[in-house]
């Protein structure tokens, strides 16, 4: 993997639950992206907090951590040219009444807390996270 080549994504457990994994990995299939590394998981509240620490001091925090630890999650490494920015294109904003049209989403999320999906925000971020879940054995 090269530098602007990956990305990561989590599928949350609000569509793993809705069973839409299938969905948005075929539309992420179609976007362009090859997937180097995937897992099934479900996070602790000590991995969720580490994984999410930079919105510690974020009044939705307690939140978000109750969220993403309800249940499984689906953990992917993205690969494609600029993946950061053509990733954050096919997700869309994280409120899906925002969202525009075809995004991930838009079309599988059903408010800004049970969103479907994240994606890395920028490269330096994706490289962190792509590290906290996988081990360079994981990734091929």
Known sequence: MTKNNFTLTLIKPYAVEHGYVGHILARINEAGFRISAMKYTQLSREQAEAFYEVHRNEGFFGRLIEFMTKGPLVVALLEKENAVGSYRRLIGATDPDKAED???RKLFGASVEL???????SDENARREAAFFFSRLEIF
């Open 115 to 121: 969103n479907a999906v994240h994606g890395s925000d």
């Open 102 to 104: 075809g995004t991930l």
